[in-house]
């Protein structure tokens, strides 16, 4: 596909999902929403799952040094994915693309298409319940949260999130396909 191409399929996609994304942005224009959606995005920024792995790495012996292990080759291979996928797909950000959607917070980077953020909440949320089912009742709603705040805080499309949902889940499944236990 062109880059042409590319770029009419993003502006069609853009208008189809800017509803979506209005709505969902209206969340960050009170003090006490953007203060949540901004502190649950930085903590996708990879504190909290750099804490994570050194506590296991720290804590768990080997299984968790291994489980440790695991999450920063697989969150590497990711950032290389996402990284070349942005940089040949170019999608503007909501809030670049659309004058009404605000920036909740200042993005990473230029690009919106995958969400980084995402793919990495759900591939490390995988292979971290993967090892330790404990730890579900606080990923999984983490990670939750940290897609909805791409959407909510005018830095990704519904599409972007999804995309990088999937990724990360198929990112986390080989990894724990290849390397089992």
């Known amino acids: 596909?062109?880059?042409t191409a590319v770029a009419r399929l993003w502006q069609r996609m853009d208008r189809v999902e800017r509803a979506v994304c209005l709505r969902?942005?209206?969340r960050c224009r009170s003090g006490a929403g953007r203060g949540f959606f901004v502190g649950v995005s930085r903590l996708?920024?990879?504190t909290v799952w750099y804490a994570l792995m050194a506590a296991m790495a720290l804590s768990g012996g080997r299984p968790g040094a291994l489980a440790a292990l695991k999450m920063a080759l697989t969150g590497a291979a990711g950032a290389l994915l996402y990284r070349h996928?942005?940089?040949r797909l170019v999608r503007e950000r909501p809030c670049v693309s659309h004058a009404d959607i605000l920036a909740g917070t200042a993005p990473l980077d230029r690009y919106s298409f995958p969400s980084g953020h995402t793919l990495h909440a759900v591939?490390?949320?995988t292979l971290a319940v993967a090892h330790y089912p404990v730890l579900a009742p606080v990923l999984v709603p983490l990670a939750l949260a940290i897609a909805?705040?791409?959407v909510?805080?005018?830095l990704h499309y519904p599409t972007d999130v999804a995309a990088g949902a999937m990724i990360g889940?198929?990112?986390a499944a080989t990894t724990l396909q290849v390397w089992p236990g």
């Open 148 to 150: 909805a705040s791409r």
């Open 44 to 46: 996708g920024d990879g």
């Open 152 to 154: 909510t805080l005018g």
């Open 85 to 87: 996928l942005k940089d």
């Open 169 to 171: 889940a198929g990112l």
């Open 123 to 125: 591939s490390f949320t």
């Open 1 to 3: 596909m062109s880059g």
């Open 24 to 26: 969902a942005n209206r």
